[in-house]
């Protein structure tokens, strides 16, 4: 049976938490005084007055939560939190159409980076801080965030970490949940801080290096400039963005391990590690040589070119630091496959994520073994540990599932009449919230021409690859509301 009292409590919760959270972008407004702070005053109230409701339903909750009522809470939050983050540009005007404001938003917390804004430099500091804030709240999860505080509440938080981290999973920094997410959040803030501080030195001024630390650390990709990092034209800020990018794919668990545990030895030995270690050189080294060779680059440029944009798309980060759509035809093909790939689990990225690109070619490999060998006994091992038939066959079906969505989310966007590579370029980046696809919807474009069923199409694309596939479409099946 769904626990719909606590249902509504813990959302309440949540939109309350969200009516907070746009105060904030009111209060840098104080700081540049361009008079935008009344669209957050309004949008925050009316937050405010949708979650005192939801908790008014809520009253007298048990607080006792399934995995149903998890993964139902933890959809439902991304598509409120959208809602209800949404209401600053529209009321403002400076996005008036609601498909616009809900893509835009949507592309934000689900750390995407899209979007239909195409004269970025003339909306207010406040709104721009909106929109790089709404991915570092969704870079690690607002529900996630929400595990640390909800004892306070009465309510545990396992079955929702069972909704929001549903990849495959071995190192646990504690054996309380709580005191995990408040250790990976804390570790999420550092870095952020520590981009921010780089940056500066690097030449960009305060505020653009804290929204694009912002986005960097939540894998997002959105820019305070139109030209995105093109704009400033620096190697020492694509170096540094390169690099964070790079730490913001590897699983938080494992930076926590050996950051503050001092286990240096699980970075060697992790499989998943030695997997993102791997690809990622890979792709860098063979763009880099094809730029080097056909694309008439110097060895440094073509190497920094490689490196920014293999990390902008393994990672899903949606950052752009030249237009690759002008490159080789070659590099965009690699560059989809990449985005595809993904970087690890327990990081802010999406895509499959090399743990289950790791258990797939294992469980491949093991299979021409067994056609030689009928009679071997061939476990797939991960960290040394063998992994359950049941774990092998989830990471085989995801990839599977991954894959039909991803050619599915092509037919539609095809249908539109949007070239085959775009489509699919467009599908592989909305459902792997990558934020950056070929052809006219590059790095130097915006979505701001695809049609409004486009938009809606790429908007659930975003949603269904943040959490991961399966939170989303278990509400669709029938045996789900079973009971309920």
């Known amino acids: 049976m769904t626990n719909i009292k606590l249902v509504f409590k813990i959302l309440g919760l949540l939109i309350v938490v969200e009516a907070i959270l746009l105060l904030v972008p009111a209060g840098i407004d104080l700081i540049y005084n361009e008079d935008s702070y009344l669209p957050f005053l309004t949008s925050s109230l009316i937050t405010l007055v949708a979650?005192?409701?939801?908790?008014?339903?809520?009253?007298?909750?048990?607080?006792?939560?399934?995995?149903?009522?998890?993964?139902?809470?933890?959809?439902?939050?991304?598509?409120?939190?959208?809602?209800?983050?949404?209401?600053?540009?529209?009321?403002?005007?400076?996005?008036?159409?609601?498909?616009?404001?809900?893509?835009?938003?949507?592309?934000?917390f689900t750390t995407t980076g899209f979007t239909v804004i195409d004269n970025l430099e003339s909306f207010p500091h406040s709104l721009l801080f909106w929109r790089n804030f709404t991915q570092w709240i969704g870079g690690l999860g607002m529900v996630f965030f929400t595990i640390a505080v909800l004892p306070i509440f009465g309510a545990g938080g396992i079955q929702l970490f069972a909704a929001e981290a549903t990849g495959i999973t071995n190192d646990k920094?504690?054996?309380?949940?709580?005191?995990?997410?408040?250790?990976?959040?804390?570790?999420?803030?550092?870095?952020?801080?520590?981009?921010?501080?780089?940056?500066?030195?690097?030449?960009?001024?305060?505020?653009?290096?804290?929204c694009h630390s912002f986005s960097t650390t939540a894998t997002g990709g959105f820019s305070t400039k139109q030209a995105n990092v093109m704009y400033y034209n620096s190697p020492a800020i694509e170096y540094i963005i390169s690099a964070f990018m790079f730490i913001s794919g590897t699983n938080f668990t494992i930076i926590?391990?050996?950051?503050?545990?001092?286990?240096?030895?699980?970075?060697?030995?992790?499989?998943?590690?030695?997997?993102?270690?791997?690809?990622?050189?890979?792709?860098?080294?063979?763009?880099?040589?094809?730029?080097?060779?056909?694309?008439?680059?110097?060895i440094e440029e073509a190497f920094?070119?490689?490196?920014?944009?293999?990390?902008?798309?393994?990672?899903?980060?949606?950052?752009?630091?030249?237009d690759f759509t002008l490159w080789p035809g070659t590099t965009n093909i690699l560059l989809i496959a990449v985005m595809l790939v993904g970087a690890c689990a327990g990081s802010t990225s999406g895509g499959i994520k090399c743990i289950r690109i790791a258990v797939g070619a294992k469980a491949l490999k093991n299979e021409f073994n067994s056609m030689i060998h009928p009679n071997a006994v061939l476990p797939v091992k991960v960290n040394g540990k063998v992994l359950p038939q049941k774990i092998v066959?989830?990471?085989?079906?995801?990839?599977?599932?991954?894959?039909?969505?991803?050619?599915?989310?092509?037919?539609?966007?095809?249908?539109t009449d949007i070239g085959l590579i775009e489509s699919l370029s467009m599908s592989a980046s909305s459902l792997g919230n990558v934020g950056v696809a070929m052809g006219d919807y590059g790095p130097a474009y915006t979505c701001s021409s695809l049609t409004?069923?486009?938009?809606?199409?790429?908007?659930?694309?975003?949603l269904v690859g943040r959490l991961e596939l399966f939170t989303v479409l278990l509400l669709f099946a029938p045996g789900f509301w079973k009971n309920a």
């Open 51 to 108: 979650g005192t409701v939801f908790l008014l339903f809520g009253r007298g909750a048990v607080n006792v939560m399934n995995r149903r009522d998890g993964f139902f809470i933890v959809a439902m939050t991304w598509v409120l939190f959208t809602v209800f983050g949404m209401l600053p540009f529209y009321i403002s005007g400076y996005i008036p159409s609601i498909t616009d404001c809900f893509f835009e938003t949507m592309s934000g």
């Open 173 to 210: 920094v504690h054996p309380r949940i709580g005191v995990t997410a408040r250790w990976i959040w804390l570790i999420y803030s550092g870095i952020t801080i520590a981009e921010t501080v780089l940056l500066c030195f690097a030449g960009m001024d305060v505020f653009d290096s804290i």
């Open 256 to 298: 926590y391990l050996a950051a503050f545990k001092g286990r240096f030895s699980r970075l060697f030995k992790n499989t998943e590690l030695r997997y993102y270690i791997v690809i990622f050189l890979y792709f860098v080294l063979a763009i880099a040589g094809i730029l080097y060779f056909q694309g008439g680059m110097g």
């Open 304 to 322: 920094r070119k490689s490196l920014f944009q293999v990390a902008t798309c393994q990672t899903t980060s949606g950052f752009a630091s030249d």
């Open 393 to 415: 066959l989830s990471a085989v079906v995801f990839i599977i599932v991954y894959l039909i969505i991803a050619l599915i989310g092509t037919f539609l966007f095809y249908s």
């Open 452 to 462: 409004d069923f486009a938009k809606w199409c790429s908007s659930i694309l975003m």
